[in-house]
């Protein structure tokens, strides 16, 4: 089946401007949650959403925000973008909201989307 | 989540087993241990995950200790494709739910 697929793999912006990030999971997933890495703060999570519902969120900024579709794809938007938002964003989806609820619950992630603000 | 530990770096030969251990002394009962490896580059990859007992699929083995707070995952027969960074984490049902990674231990394979 279909892995995790994320869009655009690569893109350039300059400071203060804005970009959205898509993320389509894999079929009959639910669960979608977005990462940011970088190589000074490793991997940091940003948010889940399940049900197109936030479940969880992270501590970044409120210029960081995200969305889910009824068909479970999620978006991912940064508003004025800053030198230090330059990272891989990645998504990953799971079946479930939470671990342990049904048994494990393992993540697959996508390849990620390079963003680079100069 | 329970936060984890796991040494930095550890070179492996070719064709040995490598033993990559990760402690998670915090542990409770209802949470899992996957691992999880990154190639350069490239998202994260799941490898295996266990609750209790020893688990073994075809990319590894994972050895939990009887009182849960430490495991080893083994990769039997290393390549040099098995260069990466590897992943302990600790994720089970909680209020609060946010994964986290530690910084991963990376695995270098020489031939």
């Known amino acids: 089946k279909a892995g995790v697929t994320q869009t655009p793999r690569y893109l350039i912006k300059t400071r203060g401007q804005q970009v959205t990030l898509s993320c389509s999971p894999i079929s009959g997933h639910r669960s979608v949650s977005w990462y940011q890495q970088t190589p000074g703060q490793g991997l940091q999570f940003l948010f889940e959403y399940f049900s197109e519902t936030q479940r969880n969120k992270g501590n970044f900024p409120g210029r960081f925000s995200g969305r889910q579709f009824s068909n479970s794809r999620s978006e991912m938007n940064v508003s004025t973008l800053e030198l230090g938002d330059s990272a891989l964003y990645l998504c990953?989806?799971?079946?479930?909201?939470?671990?342990?609820?049904?048994?494990?619950?393992?993540?697959?992630f996508g390849a990620g989307s390079r963003l680079t603000v100069l | 989540d329970a936060k984890t530990t796991q040494p930095t770096s550890m070179d492996c030969a070719e064709g040995r087993a490598a033993n990559l251990p990760c402690n998670h002394s915090t542990i409770s009962g209802n949470e899992y241990v996957y691992w999880y490896r990154q190639i350069h580059s490239q998202g994260p990859q799941y490898i295996i995950h266990g609750l209790k007992n020893n688990e073994t699929n075809e990319m590894a083995s994972l050895i939990i200790t009887e009182d849960r707070k430490s495991s080893t995952l083994i990769l039997p027969h290393a390549t040099l494709r098995d260069t990466a960074v590897y992943y302990c984490i600790v994720r089970g049902r909680s209020n609060d739910y946010k994964l986290s990674f530690g910084a991963g231990t990376t695995v270098t394979v020489r031939a």
């Open positions: 990953a989806s799971s079946p479930y909201h939470r671990g342990g609820v049904a048994g494990a619950n393992v993540l697959t």
